[in-house]
Every structure is written in structure tokens, then in C-alpha cells.
């Protein structure tokens, strides 16, 4: 797919060139949400700017960056349907993965794949919370208090990207999170110790993020940056503005409500029959 679709994921005159300008600005001494602005979290716009530090201010190392963003995606999906399926499961969820999602473009307008995102903390969000789902495997199956601070720590650096995956992050792990507390219930094995292992672990990286923007910005605007999606989405004009609104869906939140609560019951529905015949094989 590499091969096939070289060099033509992106669409600088639209919105990747955002991408590529707020981190070659942090490159060259750029204050973030002081000479920089941006609507999400630090953690991507830093990253991008240093590896243009070290590799060069070019469009190419972002695409070498984000191709083994996409393939570590892929391998934890790969690894994450193993557990829950099988292997061809896995092996065909990678395929749709990579020649889909990975690499492709659909529309007329660009970065809408892994290699030239729109947002990079969309992609590095979604490989940081599929990471954290690995680890809470490892946590149900062992205990690992390891396991229980990486958990954190990848939530953590999950807040720090995009809204919409650390809510989504934060649901699974808090499922997690469930069903060790009910576990600890039937045969203590240490939980209460790994929790705290797991908050020190969500804790450090937005701590460091909230001291590195302080010190150039002041404690108030760090903490207004650190929950600038927050602020966008329930504290801002903008969030009220029709373009906005329809791709939220509260343009009309009632009816969008209905449509996906019949998606998702399709969804249960269609994917029922195949789960049982799993858990079946499996017995």
C-alpha cells in the first residue's frame, strides 16, 4: 500500500499543511497556544516538532513517523482481535486496517488516512488507547502492577491528544477498571495498589504537560490550553456555529440520537451470532 499510494496522501492546501506548519514553527522556538494555536492537546504538535529537530522540517518525516504510527496500530489491533476472536479474525481486521484506513484516500479532498492525517491527535490518540487496552488484558490475567502504570500512563498521554478518543479511552479502561474491583471482590489479588499504580501513571504526563506550558505561559492559560478541547466543545462561539453543529450532530440532536441508537442495535445484532459460535468453538 506504501508502494501503491506513494506520496500522494496529503492535501497541504487544505488542512495538512496545518499539520506540518504548527510543528515546523514549535521546530524553530514557537511557544504553543502562544505564538501557536491549536484546538487539542500538546502532545502531538511537540512530537511532530521534534522529530522535526532531529530528522528536518520536511513533509517526509512525518509520513516515515506516522507509517510506523499506522503499522503499531495495526499490530496492536492485530493482537487485540487474537484475543478476542482468532487469528484470521485478526489477519483480516489488519488487511481492512491497512488498505482502508492506513493509506487510501476516498474523497476529493486529502488527509484522511494514517499517513497524512487530518489531526495527528486523532492517530496517535487511537494507537496510545489501543495500547492501553493491550495492557488492561495483561492487568485482568495477571495483575501486573507494570501493567497497571502503563494502563495510566497511556491514558494520561491519551487526554492529551483528542477529546473524542479519551472519552472513548477512558469508557473502556473504566470498564477495566470494573470488572478488577468486582474480581478483587471474589479473590483479593492486590487491586487497591494497583489503582494507585494506575492514577500515578494517568497523573505524570499531564502534570508534565501542565508544568512544560506554565512556565512560558502562565498557570491559568496552561490549564485553559490543557482543556482547550473541552472549552471548544461546551465554552466556545465556535462550537455553535452550523459547520460545527452538523459534524457533532447537535444540529439536530434528537433525531441523530435515534439514528445511533438504530446503528448500534444493528450493529449488536449483526455481530451477536458470530460471537456465540466463538464462545461455542471456544467451549
Not at 530528522?55 to 512525518?62: E, I, N, P, R, S
Not at 494507537?127 to 495477571?142: D, M, P, Q, T
Not at 496552561?222 to 452538523?246: E, M
Request: glycine fraction near 10%; charged fraction near 10%; aromatic fraction near 12%.
Amino acid at each position: 500500500m506504501a508502494v501503491w499510494t506513494w506520496r500522494i496522501w496529503p492535501d497541504p492546501f487544505i488542512d495538512f499543511g496545518r499539520e506540518a506548519y504548527v510543528a515546523w514553527r514549535l521546530s524553530e522556538g514557537a511557544v504553543l497556544h502562544r505564538d501557536v494555536v491549536t484546538v487539542s492537546g500538546p502532545l502531538s504538535p511537540w512530537w511532530n516538532a521534534l522529530l522535526f529537530r532531529v530528522f528536518g522540517a520536511h513533509l517526509d518525516t512525518l509520513f516515515v513517523a506516522n507509517a510506523f504510527v499506522a503499522a503499531a496500530t495495526a499490530a496492536i489491533w492485530w493482537r487485540l482481535l487474537v484475543v478476542m476472536a482468532s487469528r484470521s479474525a485478526a489477519f483480516a481486521g489488519a488487511i481492512v486496517f491497512v488498505t482502508l484506513f492506513g493509506f487510501a484516500q476516498f474523497v476529493g479532498i486529502g488527509n484522511y488516512n494514517h499517513i497524512a492525517p487530518y489531526a495527528h491527535e486523532l492517530t496517535h490518540g487511537l494507537l496510545l488507547a489501543s495500547a492501553g487496552l493491550l495492557l488492561w488484558e495483561r492487568i485482568l490475567r495477571s495483575g501486573s502492577r507494570p501493567a497497571w502504570f502503563g494502563a495510566g500512563l497511556l491514558l494520561g498521554l491519551t487526554a492529551l491528544t483528542k477529546i473524542e478518543v479519551f472519552v472513548a479511552a477512558g469508557a473502556a479502561q473504566a470498564l477495566g477498571l470494573a470488572v478488577a474491583v468486582q474480581r478483587e471482590r471474589e479473590q483479593p489479588a492486590g487491586t487497591p495498589r494497583g489503582i494507585a499504580f494506575f492514577a500515578l501513571g494517568a497523573g505524570l504526563p499531564v502534570g508534565l504537560a501542565f508544568v512544560a506550558l506554565a512556565v512560558p505561559l502562565g498557570a491559568p492559560e496552561a490549564l485553559r490550553a490543557l482543556a482547550i478541547g473541552w472549552v471548544r466543545v461546551f465554552g466556545d462561539d465556535v462550537a455553535s456555529l452550523p459547520f460545527y453543529r452538523q459534524g457533532m450532530g447537535t444540529d439536530f440532536l434528537a433525531g441523530n440520537l435515534g439514528l445511533a441508537a438504530l446503528w448500534a442495535a444493528t450493529a449488536a445484532g449483526a455481530s451477536t451470532p458470530p460471537i456465540r459460535a466463538v464462545h461455542s468453538a471456544a467451549r
